[in-house]
């Protein structure tokens, strides 16, 4: 027996009417773009067999060209330049996006430029950076300055609108200025997750700056692309797993960065 305002757990799962349409249309349109695609068992089958021989020319991994480790250490200092430059631009975008210290007007223009960044893929705004810029770094560091803009401005928009309003109105009582209400009122209440996204947003980029290097800006995805060009999968290999390492040691030092300033 259920109460008036309850639904009953069979109640809740039997198909209406509208819920086996529903199901029927989702059918009928997997099997139409299935067929629009071209998929089909037959080329699965040669789809694996291809990809078996494809990965046997991976072993045994090559690790002794020169390359490597200069596209590695270019790939960090993307990613980390990238982070400091984005995380800096974003904060006050940020402080401009809360709803609950500025008026609508101010706030909804701060959105539109987070909702720009986040508009576009960083190999997108790469190659956009290639043309204005040339090839190299700086185009991969303006890719994902764009990126991360876009990433820590919402997040931490969104964590301030959270925030409680009874310490800012406590600051405000005091006759403090509008940084001072920030400083003491905002920051605290954000820090532990704001050190959160800028962690997150580094490791990211560090697995970014392989991607927007395969269209020319940079680091070891350029490396990546031409061993690809050079058909030497084993090179391919030994990149493949340097970049495994260096987002390992990026998540290690993400969770240690976290303890430190918990």
Known sequence: MTNAGQVSRGDFFAPSIAKRFAYVGVLAYLAYAAATLGLSLERIQQGVGHGVRFLAGFFPPNFTQSDILPGLLESLQIAFLSSLIGTAIAIPIAVLA????????????????????????????????????????????????????GFVGKLLSEAIEEISLKQ??????????FMNVIAYGVVPQVMNRFIGFVAYETDSNLRNSTMVGVVGAGGIGGTLFSAFQR?????????????????????VLQIYVKRVFR
């Open 98 to 149: 809360a709803r609950n210290l500025m008026p609508p007007w101010v706030s909804w223009i701060a959105r539109l430029v987070i909702i720009f960044c986040r508009s576009f893929h960083p190999v997108i705004v790469a190659i956009i950076a290639v043309k204005a810029v040339g090839f190299g770094a700086l185009a991969g560091i303006i890719a994902l300055t764009f990126a991360s803009v």
């Open 168 to 177: 800012i109105e406590a600051i405000r009582a005091t006759g403090a200025s």
């Open 231 to 251: 058909f030497d999968y084993d090179f391919v290999a030994g990149i493949i797993v340097c970049i495994i390492g260096l987002v390992m040691v990026g998540e």
